[in-house]
Each structure stands twice: as C-alpha cells, then as structure tokens.
C-alpha cells in the first residue's frame, strides 16, 4: 500500500517542515471524524507528548483539529508512549495521540495514534485518515454549539506509575538494587524513576533534564556509552537506557555490557515459562533478531516466530496467534499480559524480577545465549528504489552466494529513515562484514551514478 503520510510507526518527520502545525490540524480533525461517528455521546482523545520543543506546537494543532469537529481533549502533558495507550483505554477514550519521534533527535517529531482498543491503528484506518487529510473538510466541521473542549489531566503520572508497579508480584521488592536510569531526557523522566523507587531500588538518574533540544542526545538506548561509564563509576548492580518516549530499554548489566532487546525476550521467556506464564511455548520477533536467540529458545524447547520489522507487526503476529512475549532487538518489548505497545520500563522491571528471584548478578542472569556476529549498516538513500539499482541487485545476490548457507542477509528501506538497511550475520565475522560493506557500496555508487 503506498502512503503519503504514515510509516512504520506512526507519522514522523522533521518538525515545521514535514510535521507542520497545519499537517497536525488536518490529523486531528481526519481522525477525529473517523472516531466522532456517534453523535449521540461526546467523545473523547488523550494526548501526550515527549519532551521536544516542537511538542508545544503540534499538541496545540491537534487540539484546534479535535475540537473543531465535536471531540473533548485531555492533554496528558510529558508521558511514556505505553502510558498514553494504557491511558487511552483507561479514561475509555476513543483515541489516544502520543506526539513523539522516539529515538530520533529533537528536530524530528512525530504523531503515533492508538484506538479505543489501545492498539495502534490498522493499515486500514492509517488509509481512511490519509484520504481525509487531502480532502477539504470545512463541511464537516462541528457547529458552535457542538466543539469539543480542553483540559489538562493531573493525576495521570500517578496512574502510570500504579500500572506499572502491578505487573509485578505483590511480594516484589528491588531492595538492594542499585540503579542508574538513563532517562534519555524524555517522556519517562519523571515516571521512571519514581516508580523504581517506590519499589525500593536505589536510583541514581542521568538524562533526566530536559530541556526541549537535548532528547536522546548522547544518552538513552541508542546511546548507552554514558549510561556503561556510570554502571562502572557507580559500582551500580545495573543500568537501564529508555528511549525518548520510553516505548523501548536496554540494559546495562554490572560490568558495563549492553544487553539488548533479544536478550531480554530470552530473560522473560524463561522466567515466564519456569511460572508458568507463557500463554504459547514461543516468542515472535522479527527479521533482524539474533539467530542465537532462535537457537537459545529452541533449547528450552520454545519456538521463535519472525515477522517484518516494525513492532506493530510483532504485536498482529502476537495477537493473531497468541503469543504473551514478542519484540524486537532493538529494545521493544512487547508483554501483551500487560501493555498494548512496548513498554520500555515495565520490560526492565521484569528482567530486575527475574534477577531477584535467581539471586544472582544482572551478567549471569541477562546474557542467555552468545549472539551470532551481526553486522548492521545504514546507507542513507533517495528512495527505496534504490534496491532496484541494477548494480545493487548484483552485489546482493553475489552476497548470498558467498554465505552460501552459512549466514543471512536482512536488507531493508527503513520506515521511519530516507536509509537503506544492510544486515548480515553468520559464524565467520570477517565475511559477513566484507558482504555488507560490498553491499553499501554498491547502493552508494548507485546513488552517486
């Protein structure tokens, strides 16, 4: 399906240029009409936002475009993506907004919009918002008497962090455990660590002073070099990396190792199936996770089930066949026992669950399985044509041959990115790297032809 509007994961872009004051109104008055539809009761749509300038701008744009066709805004200020969708179904909202480009630097933004259901939107829905977008709506404005109206919610950081706290056994504590929270100075700034607190960890917080330009700037789950240096300086247990919307996490175990989001669905899968918690014997992920993570489950005689990237289709797959644990090695970890969307510190309090109940150090119990050697490289493009270059089609295919069985090769547009995605893994590390690095070049001299 070709779309104007909508990536991977909402609709993202450079704020003021793409994600325009005017290009949020026209999304919120499209979607508000999709779900206005009974004209019988007022309804409803909550906003959150992280913590970029721009958020200022398109909070107040999709206001103006929710209220002028009938529908009632609660604005939830600064709060972790899972909180709006979990908030979305809470308040029994008909729609839920977060304002977000979650990993990416503060000039981008984004608008990401859940369901009743607090499910993101399906493709199909995604297409009737686009149609709409394009049309001229003056007609189907709300009358003066029917506009829906705005307020600021409260309470809700309060709500989030209960949430989160109770998807933990009542018995749980994290008395003993020292913390260092990367807040990547977004969403989760706040929430994040009052809730490890409360749960009686020690928390020692860095990246959680935002001011608008610096979200996921040299901290946060794509940039834990920060977070390694302070596990170390702290003689902290472990570390915990957010995004910028706090929808994914990484973990930094005691001796300053990264462990990412296939180990983490490993962690939870055993500590799941030892309670008895897996809903099915497996986990979905996707294209780009671990063959090692394959191989570890498969030990514990659980299945894997891959899919395309993009976390929305580990959550279908999930929910079409269903699986409780699935996610991405990035950082997007998906417990359908609890949230509707990843949910990057509820997935870090599982895994210090985990450690808790073993009684043993966060590197004993967080790395499960020796990765195979991957190779992942971005080529930044002109459009996702670029794969049809005669010249890359030829590298590719000479790249297969090569690994002949023994490695695989993911290569991708990206759905949030104008880059192309080159991943390689196998046994022998040096070949997969020469694959890949013959790959880039050839999608780099096709550009450049």
């Known amino acids: 399906m070709t779309r104007s509007y909508f990536g991977t994961d909402g609709i993202r872009g450079r704020a003021n240029q793409k994600i325009t004051p005017e290009l949020a109104m026209k999304v919120g008055q499209a979607a508000g009409l999709i779900f206005n539809r009974d004209g019988e009761r007022r309804h409803r749509v909550v906003i959150g936002k992280d913590t970029r300038l721009s958020g200022y701008m398109i909070e107040y744009a999709l206001v103006a475009g929710f209220t002028s066709v ?18 979305t179904r809470s308040m029994r909202a008909d729609l839920g907004v977060m304002i977000s480009a979650s990993h990416n630097l503060y000039e981008d933004n984004g608008i990401k919009l859940f369901g009743p259901d607090a499910y993101k939107l399906s493709d199909e ?53 020292r913390v260092v929270l990367d807040c990547a100075n977004g969403a989760a700034y706040k929430v994040a660590p009052e809730a490890l607190w409360e749960l009686g960890a020690e928390v020692i917080t860095i990246g959680d002073d935002p001011d608008g330009f610096n979200i996921n700037r040299d901290v946060g789950s794509t940039a834990p070099q920060k977070l390694r240096e302070k596990v170390r300086e702290m003689r902290a247990d472990v ?3 957010l995004d910028g919307d706090a929808d994914r996490v990484m973990l930094v175990d005691e001796l300053g190792h990264v462990v ?41 005689g659980l299945t894997l089930e891959r899919t395309a990237v993009g976390d929305r289709y ?26 509707t969307t990843g949910d990057g510190l509820v997935t870090a309090m599982q895994a210090l669950a985990a450690v808790k109940k073993l009684g043993r150090r966060v590197s004993e119990v967080c790395r499960v399985f020796d990765p195979l050697p991957q ?51 196998g046994e022998n590390p040096d070949l997969v790297t020469s694959v890949v690095d ?12």
């Open 70 to 87: 009938g529908m009632d805004v609660l604005l939830l200020g600064p709060m972790p993506t899972p909180a709006v969708a979990m908030l």
């Open 125 to 177: 829905t995604e297409a009737e918002i686009e149609k709409l977008i394009e049309r001229d709506l003056t007609s189907r404005l709300a009358g003066p008497q029917h506009l829906g109206r705005a307020k600021r919610v409260e309470d809700v950081r309060a709500r989030y962090i209960e949430y989160a706290k109770r998807t933990l056994s009542r018995n749980m504590s994290f008395e003993g455990l």
């Open 239 to 241: 570390g915990i990396a």
């Open 260 to 300: 990412d989001g296939d180990q983490l669905m490993a962690v939870v899968a055993r500590s799941w199936r030892d309670e008895g918690w897996l809903a099915k014997p497996g986990v979905v992920a996707t294209i780009m996770s671990n063959l090692g993570l394959e191989r570890y489950l498969g030990s514990l």
């Open 314 to 339: 580990v959550i279908e797959r999930m929910r079409e066949r269903g699986y409780n644990v699935g996610g991405e090695q990035s950082g997007h970890v998906i417990l359908s026992d609890y949230s």
């Open 375 to 425: 190779v992942l490289k971005n080529v930044r493009v002109r459009g996702p044509r670029a794969l049809e270059e005669d010249l890359v089609v030829q590298a590719i295919e000479a790249g297969k041959q090569r690994l002949d069985g023994a490695g695989r090769l993911v290569i991708r547009p990206s759905g949030t990115e104008p880059v192309i995605r080159v991943m390689g893994e």
């Open 438 to 449: 013959d790959i880039c070049d050839a999608l780099t001299r096709a550009q450049a032809a």
